[in-house]
Nanobody, 124 residues
Framework: QLQLVESGGGLVQPGGSLKLSCVASGFTLKDYAAAWFRQAPGKEREGVASISNSGMSTHYVDSVKGRFTISRDNTKNTIYLQMNNLERGDTAVYYC?????????????????WGQGTQVTVSS
């Protein structure tokens, strides 16, 4: 059974850092591209960062460029999102997703499987 489980969310002050993890089970992660999405209260879910199956290509939306880093360790079947210099506007539920193709366009239909999400709250 294919499953993605996110962890690492929590409460952090503005300017702080968090590292999210997404562990895949039931399939071979290296065969899939991946992405992180987020959904803030009252807003639609939006893409944040994507990564190719090898990890050689990455893309970030402008709002997180220079602050977030997406990476993966295929030997551990895990995708990461390092988030630095967090802002109140980053408060959201963060989801990881996988799909067959790497893309810099965050269409949800391009992703076949999703995690359950992890809450990130940036507040003083």
């Amino acid at each position: 059974q294919l499953q993605l489980v996110e962890s690492g969310g929590g409460l952090v002050q503005p300017g702080g850092s968090l590292k999210l993890s997404c562990v895949a089970s039931g399939f071979t992660l290296k065969d899939y591209a991946a992405a992180w999405f987020r959904q803030a209260p009252g807003k639609e879910r939006e893409g944040v960062a994507s990564i190719s199956n090898s990890g050689m290509s990455t893309h970030y939306v402008d709002s997180v460029k220079g602050r977030f880093t997406i990476s993966r360790d295929n030997t551990k079947n895990t995708i990461y999102l390092q988030m630095n210099n967090l802002e109140r506007g980053d408060t959201a539920v963060y989801y990881c997703a996988v799909g067959p193709y790497y893309t810099a366009h965050y269409f949800e239909d391009d992703y076949t499987d999703w995690g359950q999400g992890t809450q990130v709250t940036v507040s003083s």
